[in-house]
């Protein structure tokens, strides 16, 4: 049966940016009824590696755990050196993840920089990230690829963001140590379709982000003829409540069950507040024990 973990979505600019500590979350999110923290590298207090060990103890003496790192590589750039500092900068974090007791480290493609062909894109993208993965087998991590829309500190968005391009830098790593992050409101954000884009990658799913999104104005139909690119989606689509949104979660789970995931649903919610998680945990457990019953 998969479990569940939160990301503080609502928080991560204070918690980024040095106004609310890791310790103030922790102590939040110890009253949800969830077992684990998905955690972030751009915390400001993981700067300091003294701080690793400490922080874990703090979510593991609440009866918690963190399976989760999620970061930002950016490995779609034509420079060497600067794809190998990306590198580096993966392997600290892989590093962080091991720490702190986690089995999952998120990986990108990159930015979507005008210059870049799709091939040549694919090819930097996988190149690097098979570079970081014999250094995560070594430490037990699986580097999960997620269909993502953009990091906030970037100025393009994702390079693999279109379904296509996902699969095909997807079906161009072969490793027992990688796989996806699955995030379903993410495809809204590339005007597609996110239980097509499950079905596509659903063997290759280790992990999964649970958020909704819902229209502030006008119609799926827009949403898909808009032109402009993926940051005019954006404008659009906002998150919400769980349950609440586009995305149906009785065909995403039953397409997670068919193919026998039982593995981290981490939450991207509570932008709203702490009552707004809480429901979102609420309406996901009932459906993880709908769709996955205790025999």
Not at 19 to 37: N, P, Q, R, T, V
Not at 49 to 54: C, F, L, T
Not at 75 to 104: C, P, V
Not at 275 to 288: A, G, N, P, W, Y
């Amino acid at each position: 049966m998969p479990k569940l973990a939160a990301f503080p979505k609502a928080f991560i600019t204070p918690l980024c940016k040095g106004s609310m500590g890791l310790s103030e979350w922790i102590e939040l999110a110890s009253k949800l009824e969830i077992e684990g923290l998905e955690w972030y590298a751009g915390f400001w207090e993981m700067e300091d590696e003294k701080n690793w060990a400490k922080f874990r103890r703090q979510v593991e003496d609440h009866g918690k755990q963190i399976p989760m790192m999620c970061c930002s590589p950016d490995f779609t750039h034509q420079d060497a050196a600067f794809r190998k500092n990306e590198i580096e900068k993966q392997k600290r974090w892989i590093d962080m993840t091991y720490a702190l007791g986690g089995s999952y480290c998120r990986v990108l493609s990159g930015q979507k920089r005008p210059e870049i062909a799709v091939d040549e894109g694919i090819k930097l993208a996988a190149d690097s990230i098979n570079a970081c993965l014999p250094y995560a087998q070594e430490r037990n991590i699986t580097l999960i690829l997620e269909n993502h829309y953009k990091d906030d500190f970037w100025e393009y968005p994702e390079f693999a963001q279109k379904m296509d391009v996902f699969c095909k830098l997807v079906d161009s790593i072969d490793h027992p140590f990688f796989g996806v992050n699955y995030d379903p409101s993410n495809t809204y954000l590339a005007g597609e379709d996110p239980v097509e884009l499950l079905k596509r990658v659903s063997h290759r799913v280790v992990t999964m982000h649970a958020s909704d999104r819902y229209l502030k104005e006008g119609t799926i139909e827009d949403l898909r003829s808009e032109e402009g690119g993926a940051v005019g989606y954006a404008k659009r689509l906002s998150h919400g409540e769980i349950g609440k949104g586009l995305n149906d979660y009785d065909a995403i789970f039953t397409e997670l069950k068919r193919v026998g995931f039982d593995s981290w649903i981490s939450i991207e919610d509570g932008v709203d507040g702490m009552d707004q998680l809480e429901r979102s945990v609420t309406f996901l457990q009932k459906k993880i024990a709908q769709h996955w019953p205790v025999a």
